[in-house]
């Protein structure tokens, strides 16, 4: 990767590792699935407005809307409010990862490598260990949410894939329209009508301003500018290249909650992320025989000249956890490489 772009996929991880400290501010003045069905309310309409809704199957689209989108955020929100701290918040969501895989091998009959294999047992040793941790000060169930969100993400990741989507990121832009009207009923259901409009009352008083700041980030940084700068990079670049940057979002997370929170996670949290995030980086890895051509960019402007380059389609290895060719059986069609920035797009964070 160049060094410009290496940079801007480093802002982007920075962007969604502070995305925690915005849901933590959120949530100090909106309900959970309140906040959460502002959040997709207010990148919904334009979308429906502007953005031309992909040529994709619908199942897999409802799918993807209702995994990636609705109950990662329920879980996620909801683990958040009622005591998931909020840099291993940002740490246990990346169970996804691993979870992406497992789900493959038993829906899709995909066939994982060693080394995934490896890299999973690792991440779901370090993340057993949080939960054993947490259990200890009875903050076992935000662990569990936590996961459970991490498991939603995974499903729409499945779904995304079978989607096959040729411009990835409408369909991210275009599964924020699945959320609101579902969210919008559990939090009436389950935080009430009262608390809904209180919230929405007080939201431009003095009280409000954190929660309309917190709304601003999550749409704006978190899912346009993050989720846009990383659907580019993604396209350019094969994403065994760019989607280990996505590990600096648990560093940045816990890091700034840290910093603004003074949120000081125990040595066996610090142990134990550590192994989360090794794990997921050696599933990621790519074999040595690829590493000469794994950083040229995919549009030809290595070369210097304006035409860009056939695309070329990454290898078993150039993602997270990937295996591809039953999806590709089960779509009927080799799909594009640009259609893998759906897996690791942090819209969902």
């Known amino acids: 990767m160049r060094p410009r772009d290496r ?27 309140l906040l959460a069905c502002l959040r997709f309310t207010l990148i919904a309409i334009p ?33 958040m409010d009622v005591g998931m701290p909020t840099g291993l918040a940002s740490l246990v969501l990346q169970s996804s990862a691993p979870l992406t895989v497992v789900l493959g091998v038993l829906l899709l009959r995909e066939r994982p490598s060693r080394r995934q294999v490896v890299g999973i047992g690792a991440a779901a040793l370090g993340l057993a260990a949080i939960a054993a941790a947490q259990s200890q000060s009875a903050a076992l169930v935000p662990v569990l949410l936590t996961l459970l969100a991490g498991l939603s993400w995974a499903v729409g990741n499945l779904c995304a894939r079978l989607a096959a989507p040729p411009e990835p990121m409408h369909l991210t832009l275009w599964a924020c329209v699945v959320p609101p009207v579902p ?39 978190a899912t346009i500018i993050g989720s846009g700068i990383w659907t580019a990079l993604i396209r350019r670049y094969p994403a065994g290249v760019v989607a280990p ?67 070329r389609c990454p290898g078993a290895n150039e993602r997270p956890f990937p295996a591809t060719e039953p999806v590709r059986a089960a779509v009927g069609a080799t799909r594009r490489p640009d259609s893998e920035a759906v897996d690791r797009e942090g819209a969902g964070q």
């Open 7 to 33: 940079l801007l996929a480093a802002v982007v991880a920075v962007l969604w590792g502070v995305n925690f400290l915005a849901i933590h501010f959120g949530l100090t003045h909106f309900p959970p699935m």
């Open 47 to 79: 979308t429906i407005l502007f953005v031309p809704r992909p040529a994709v199957p619908l199942r897999w689209f409802l799918g993807y809307g209702i995994g990636f989108g609705t109950l990662q955020f329920v879980f996620l929100f909801v683990a």
């Open 183 to 221: 969210l919008l009923v559990l939090s009436l259901a389950t935080e009430g009508p009262a608390a809904d409009l209180e919230a929405l009352r007080t939201a431009f008083t003095p009280s409000g301003w954190v929660g309309i700041g917190a709304v601003v980030y999550l749409v704006v940084f």
């Open 245 to 311: 940057y996505s590990m600096l979002v648990p560093i940045i997370g816990m890091s700034s909650a840290a910093l603004v929170l003074g949120e000081r996670p125990g040595i066996v949290e610090i142990v134990a992320g550590a192994v989360v995030v090794g794990g997921v980086l050696l599933g990621s890895a790519r074999p040595a025989a690829q590493a000469g051509t794994a950083e040229e960019p995919v549009d030809g402007s290595a070369s210097g000249t304006d035409d860009p380059a056939p695309p």
